[in-house]
């Protein structure tokens, strides 16, 4: 057998007679995953349209067809939908061990840089240069959830003739999360509810196709296909990809222990109402409710982090979604700037050791939030393999999305509401209201919606506006 050949258990013997299955050096992809953890910028889509540039257009690790298919399954999922499809093919590529160093490397040059950036926000957030970044930054994060508002709702709800229900579901979610604040757990399953009873009653708007698509479609047809890919369409599934109900067992033992382990380390230290041991918990909740992407936990983690257990403020997290934005990896890698702070605050080690507290809450919050997305790709992967063109989940999802919409048109609106007001001003509405944050927020907004325009030169524009234009521009 020649160096560019499986070895003898993948599943040489499956292959029709003939069929040589070329394979991926590992550290070939070691590397790869390791320069997208520094350049995964631009939220998931952006990064998901890096993963599909290299690896279908340049690399030709992965078809088109299969590409998809991994990112339907993503997509059904809790977590960060990019992280997990960079574990799966990872791991469809080099077995369980390729799969936990794509997705790990995806996460650790975020999960640095922040508490890098949570440190220097709470020792040097009060100099006035800073906090006039931040007043410029704060702007640009409002126009930002805006515009995924307008993403997300325009692919998702449509024209309301056209998904009357789709409508329905989102401003039900909107109302339900602003004003009657109903626990967001609950939105999401109202929502897939009735996504599923929408189609079992036949209506057409929830059988949408449930994934994305890369400028020519998800058919396995076009300029992509026309080489032979590493992982094409027909090629025969690894043997390491195939379905055991031994493997999955084992698999979930696994992820059983790595949460029990630390855990009942924590609750034997700390207790169960510890500071670590109820930010484990929580985001462990957290991490399973993250349909819909960083936007939309957003309101979940911000009534536990602000308002329940008083781990950082809310102009704190506007803060940290601010500094969240301006890193490579997940949005929802935010929630290690949260236990920075909660652990800096609650002073979780002492108050001789403030940063090596704040940063083992970070590292324990990563923990805690992203273990359940590598289990559920390893755990998920060998039946997704077995199911191509069979998966029959895009109602619930479709109606999760609308959701979806509703909730981050709320946060959208909280974000507003506190960019809108100047601190410790008193007086008339108006001369309450802050003109030129608004104004920094509708002219981010118009650039990232109507013009296309990035979301880092966005945000450094706003920055550098804040100087100018922050209450801390004439010292």
């Given at each position: 057998?020649?160096?560019?050949?499986?070895?003898?258990?993948?599943?040489?013997?499956?292959?029709?007679?003939?069929?040589?299955?070329?394979?991926?050096?590992?550290?070939?992809?070691?590397?790869?995953?390791?320069?997208?953890?520094?350049?995964?910028?631009?939220?998931?889509?952006?990064?998901?349209?890096?993963?599909?540039?290299?690896?279908?257009?340049?690399?030709?690790?992965?078809?088109?067809?299969?590409?998809?298919?991994?990112?339907?399954?993503?997509?059904?999922?809790?977590?960060?939908?990019?992280?997990?499809?960079?574990?799966?093919?990872?791991?469809?590529?080099?077995?369980?061990?390729?799969?936990?160093?794509?997705?790990?490397?995806?996460?650790?040059?975020?999960?640095?840089?922040?508490?890098?950036?949570?440190?220097?926000?709470?020792?040097?957030?009060?100099?006035?240069?800073?906090?006039?970044?931040?007043?410029?930054?704060k702007p640009a994060v409002a126009a930002i959830v805006l515009a995924a508002v307008h993403?997300?709702?325009?692919?998702?709800?449509?024209?309301?003739?056209?998904?009357?229900?789709?409508?329905?579901?989102?401003?039900?979610?909107?109302?339900?999360?602003?004003?009657?604040?109903?626990?967001?757990?609950?939105?999401?399953?109202?929502?897939?509810?009735?996504?599923?009873?929408?189609?079992?009653?036949?209506?057409?708007?929830?059988?949408?196709?449930?994934?994305?698509?890369?400028?020519?479609?998800?058919?396995?047809?076009?300029?992509?296909?026309?080489?032979?890919?590493?992982?094409?369409?027909?090629?025969?599934?690894?043997?390491?990809?195939?379905?055991?109900?031994?493997?999955?067992?084992?698999?979930?033992?696994?992820?059983?222990?790595?949460?029990?382990?630390?855990?009942?380390?924590?609750?034997?230290?700390?207790?169960?109402?510890?500071?670590?041991?109820?930010?484990?918990?929580?985001?462990?909740?957290?991490?399973?409710?993250?349909?819909?992407?960083?936007?939309?936990?957003?309101?979940?983690?911000?009534?536990?982090?602000?308002?329940?257990?008083?781990?950082?403020?809310?102009?704190?997290?506007?803060?940290?979604?601010?500094?969240?934005?301006?890193?490579?990896?997940?949005?929802?890698?935010?929630?290690?700037?949260?236990?920075?702070?909660?652990?800096?605050?609650?002073?979780?080690?002492?108050?001789?050791?403030?940063?090596?507290?704040?940063?083992?809450?970070?590292?324990?919050?990563?923990?805690?939030?992203?273990?359940?997305?590598?289990?559920?790709?390893?755990?998920?992967?060998?039946?997704?393999?077995?199911?191509?063109?069979?998966?029959?989940?895009?109602?619930?999802?479709?109606?999760?999305?609308?959701?979806?919409?509703?909730?981050?048109?709320?946060?959208?609106?909280?974000?507003?509401?506190?960019?809108?007001?100047?601190?410790?001003?008193?007086?008339t509405f108006w001369q309450k209201l802050d003109v030129a944050a608004l104004g920094l927020?509708?002219?981010?907004?118009?650039?990232?919606?109507?013009?296309?325009?990035?979301?880092?030169?966005?945000?450094?524009?706003?920055?550098?506006?804040?100087?100018?234009?922050?209450?801390?521009?004439?010292?």
């Open positions: 057998m020649s160096r560019d050949t499986l070895p003898q258990d993948s599943d040489q013997k499956a292959a029709p007679v003939g069929a040589t299955l070329a394979r991926v050096p590992f550290f070939e992809a070691f590397r790869f995953w390791l320069r997208l953890g520094f350049i995964s910028f631009g939220g998931p889509a952006g990064q998901i349209a890096i993963m599909h540039r290299e690896l279908v257009e340049e690399k030709r690790w992965i078809s088109e067809g299969r590409f998809l298919h991994a990112l339907n399954y993503c997509m059904l999922l809790p977590g960060p939908e990019a992280q997990q499809l960079a574990t799966y093919i990872g791991w469809l590529l080099h077995r369980t061990w390729g799969g936990v160093v794509a997705g790990v490397l995806f996460l650790l040059p975020s999960l640095f840089l922040l508490i890098g950036l949570a440190w220097a926000y709470v020792v040097f957030g009060s100099v006035p240069w800073v906090a006039g970044l931040l007043y410029g930054i993403r997300i709702g325009s692919k998702t709800l449509k024209k309301p003739a056209q998904a009357p229900v789709l409508w329905a579901i989102a401003a039900v979610s909107f109302i339900a999360i602003s004003v009657l604040s109903v626990p967001f757990p609950w939105v999401i399953v109202g929502a897939a509810l009735t996504g599923w009873l929408g189609h079992r009653l036949g209506f057409g708007q929830f059988t949408g196709d449930g994934g994305h698509r890369m400028g020519r479609g998800a058919n396995a047809s076009g300029p992509t296909n026309e080489r032979t890919c590493v992982i094409d369409d027909h090629t025969p599934t690894p043997l390491h990809a195939r379905f055991k109900m031994s493997r999955l067992a084992a698999v979930a033992l696994t992820g059983a222990v790595l949460w029990l382990l630390p855990m009942g380390l924590l609750v034997a230290w700390q207790g169960w109402s510890g500071t670590l041991t109820q930010m484990g918990w929580f985001f462990t909740k957290a991490a399973l409710l993250t349909f819909g992407g960083a936007y939309a936990v957003l309101p979940y983690v911000y009534q536990g982090g602000v308002e329940q257990f008083g781990w950082l403020t809310g102009p704190q997290m506007m803060d940290g979604l601010a500094l969240g934005e301006t890193t490579p990896g997940p949005l929802i890698m935010v929630v290690a700037f949260v236990g920075f702070l909660g652990g800096w605050s609650k002073q979780v080690l002492g108050p001789e050791a403030l940063f090596l507290g704040a940063a083992l809450a970070a590292t324990v919050v990563a923990w805690f939030t992203f273990l359940p997305s590598f289990i559920f790709i390893l755990a998920g992967g060998p039946v997704v393999e077995s199911t191509h063109g069979k998966m029959q989940f895009t109602a619930p999802l479709t109606a999760i999305t609308a959701a979806v919409v509703g909730v981050i048109a709320s946060l959208a609106l909280f974000f507003i509401v506190h960019i809108a007001y100047k601190t410790g001003t008193t007086g927020a509708v002219l981010a907004a118009v650039a990232l919606v109507r013009y296309k325009i990035g979301v880092m030169p966005v945000i450094v524009a706003c920055a550098l506006a804040g100087l100018v234009l922050g209450p801390t521009a004439c010292c």
